[in-house]
Antibody, heavy 127, light 107 residues
Framework: EVQLVESGGGLIQPGGSLRLSCAAS????????MSWVRQAPGKGLEWVSA???????YYADSVKGRFTISGDNSKNTLFLQMDSLRAEDTAVYYC?????????????????????WGQGTLVTVSS | DIVLTQSPATLSLSPGERATLSCRAS??????LAWYQQKPGQAPRLLIY???NRATGIPARFSGSGSGTDFTLTISSLEPEDFAVYYC??????????FGQGTKVEI
């Protein structure tokens, strides 16, 4: 059974840094496509970042240059390093597994579906 | 970036009724669309991917259709557990993979 468990959230002042962790069981983080998605209180979902099994990383414009996605093979854990935090980064952060359900020989990345989600960790940026 | 617009914002229905949710993309996304269900305090749950493919374990009353810019999620006969918020997400080959703003299905 696949389980994703996030941790590391909390209250942080604007301009501060926080590192979120997503401990995985039932799958190997380094050989999967993984994402972070966030949800501000009472708002909708926002895709934040992704890492592909080949190592390519992607970021939403709203976090580019401030957030870094990475993985630790030995701990089978996905991370999201968040620097220069702003009030608008306040949200529940979910990690998720993206499963490639279609690929072809075009060289384009495969099509993905997000089939497993963690329970989320709340990040509050406030003074 | 591709913008997804969901309508209506809220759908008020009774158990047993049919629900039809719409998602419109700002440009063609072929069939690269997913639908999720989210209940309060829970993570989203994948319902549909590739516009019309049901995810594992999803009941047959959920169906997705559409291609290009116009997509529909249909719940043929609402069960009490189906009252929730539904999001569409475009899943083209490259990110950013934007979400719609959500449709709340309420009793």
């Amino acid at each position: 059974e696949v389980q994703l468990v996030e941790s590391g959230g909390g209250l942080i002042q604007p301009g501060g840094s926080l590192r979120l962790s997503c401990a995985a069981s039932g799958l190997t983080v380094s050989s999967n496509y993984m994402s972070w998605v966030r949800q501000a209180p009472g708002k909708g979902l926002e895709w934040v970042s992704a890492v592909h099994s080949g190592g390519s990383t992607y970021y939403a414009d709203s976090v580019k240059g401030r957030f870094t996605i990475s993985g630790d093979n030995s701990k089978n854990t996905l991370f999201l390093q968040m620097d220069s935090l702003r009030a608008e980064d306040t949200a529940v952060y979910y990690c998720a597994r993206d499963f490639p359900y279609y690929s072809d020989s075009s060289g384009r990345p495969p099509l993905l579906r997000t089939d497993y989600w963690g329970q989320g960790t709340l990040v509050t940026v406030s003074s | 970036d591709i913008v997804l617009t969901q309508s209506p914002a809220t759908l008020s229905l009774s158990p047993g009724e049919r629900a039809t949710l719409s998602c419109r993309a700002s440009q063609s996304i072929s069939s690269y669309l997913a639908w999720y269900q989210q209940k309060p305090g829970q993570a989203p749950r994948l319902l549909i991917y590739g516009a019309s493919n049901r995810a594992t374990g999803i009941p047959a009353r959920f169906s997705g259709s559409g291609s290009g810019t116009d997509f529909t999620l249909t719940i043929s006969s609402l069960e009490p557990e189906d009252f929730a918020v539904y999001y569409c997400q475009q899943r083209s080959h490259w990110p950013p993979w934007t979400f719609g703003q959500g449709t709340k299905v309420e009793i």
